[in-house]
């Protein structure tokens, strides 16, 4: 897991094909985890939130096809107005990433509760 997360070739300068690839090692660790991980014990506990944790951000990554902030692809360089928001991601036997927009009562520059 470290080995996909940590190493700015992998992180800093991202790209599609990078990120498919560190998604499928990422998945191949997670099945690994739940298919050998029934012991309980809180360092497995705590392995299994990283890696879930390591699996959203990389699928939350190439969901956004843009360079905004300190996200950048190399592949995508320009901004996309159309991914002007937060993109909110989660799931844990599959990983789900979706756009949130944020509702008409809530004005520009105000934080937005996620329910």
């Keep these: 897991m470290r080995a996909e997360m ?12 990078g990120l498919a690839a560190s998604s499928r090692t990422l998945e191949d660790l997670w099945r690994e985890v739940a298919d050998h991980g ?33 996200h950048r692809r190399e592949d995508c360089p320009a901004q996309d107005p159309r991914l002007a928001a937060r993109l909110l991601s989660g799931g844990l036997d599959r990983v789900w990433v979706a756009l949130d927009r944020p509702s008409a ?3 520009p520059g105000q934080l937005e509760a996620v329910s």
């Design 105 to 107: 009562s809530v004005q």
């Design 38 to 70: 029934h012991s309980g014990s809180i360092a497995l506990r705590e392995t299994a939130a990283l890696l879930a944790t390591a699996r959203w951000s990389v699928a939350t990554a190439a969901a956004r096809n843009e360079s905004r902030g300190l």
């Design 6 to 17: 940590h190493p700015f070739d992998k992180n800093l300068f991202r790209t599609g094909t």
